[in-house]
């Protein structure tokens, strides 16, 4: 994930496979919509969820509704310690929390180029 890279205070996420995670994800049914499909794929990678009061989130992506509420385990939260821009972060751990979509102004997934381009082609 680029835009990671350049900020020392958060960490950059690495592709890791989560021991929940079953390895039929890896081939989903063919039955099932493209869209949930592509949200398959997601299943337990690390996912950094901005909100709009300026905090940060890093987790596990474990599910998301239809109204787009993202659910994310093992996650820590990063926030600025002071208004000013050059300010450093504070970080806590949380668990697993709900994150409202009314409330995310930003959703980057830890994945390979040719991934996040995949996952962004629209199908008609």
């Given at each position: 994930?680029?835009?990671?890279?350049?900020?020392?205070s958060i960490p950059q996420l690495?592709?890791?496979?989560h021991p929940n995670q079953p390895e039929?994800?890896?081939?989903?049914?063919?039955?099932?919509?493209?869209?949930?499909?592509?949200?398959?794929?997601l299943l337990f990678r690390r996912m950094l969820v901005g909100v709009n009061d300026g905090r940060f989130f890093v987790g596990?992506?474990?599910?998301?509704?239809?109204?787009?509420?993202?659910?994310l385990q093992d996650t820590v939260e990063y926030r600025s310690?002071?208004?000013?821009?050059?300010?450093p972060m504070e970080q806590r751990c949380l668990g697993l929390i709900l994150i409202p979509?009314?409330?995310r102004s930003s959703?980057?997934?830890?994945?390979?180029?040719?991934?996040?381009?995949?996952?962004?082609s629209v199908e008609k």
């Open positions: 994930m680029e835009e990671l890279s350049g900020s020392s690495h592709n890791q496979h039929t994800l890896d081939h989903p049914d063919t039955n099932s919509s493209p869209h949930v499909s592509r949200v398959r794929k596990a992506f474990h599910c998301i509704d239809k109204q787009g509420n993202i659910i310690t002071h208004r000013s821009s050059p300010s979509s009314s409330c959703c980057h997934v830890d994945c390979s180029l040719e991934e996040q381009l995949s996952l962004l």
